[in-house]
């Protein structure tokens, strides 16, 4: 077995407060998004993923989007200059 770090990248994130209009804005119109009640649904790489307010959503290096829940966001994110 060996071990491996995850190389540095600088990502966007939005943490979703539950407005569709700045999820849309965030994602520069992109048709992976869709409303339902309180919940943002996202077509992801690995399937659909539901974000509920409080949620960071993730622009990913190759342009995907994923949500993440913020105790995970805040252990494996901090600020880019």
Avoid: H
Avoid at 43 to 51: F, N, R
Avoid at 52 to 81: H, Q, R
């Amino acid at each position: 077995m060996s071990k491996f770090r995850k190389k540095p990248v600088v990502i966007d994130a939005v943490q979703w407060n539950g407005d569709m209009y700045a999820m849309i804005e965030f994602s520069d119109g992109s048709d992976n998004f869709g409303f339902v009640e309180d919940r943002c649904i996202i077509d992801t790489l690995e399937g659909q993923m539901t974000a509920m307010p409080g949620d960071w959503v993730i622009k990913g290096i190759s342009g995907e989007f994923y949500p993440c829940k913020p105790d995970i966001f805040e252990k494996t994110y901090e600020p880019a200059d």
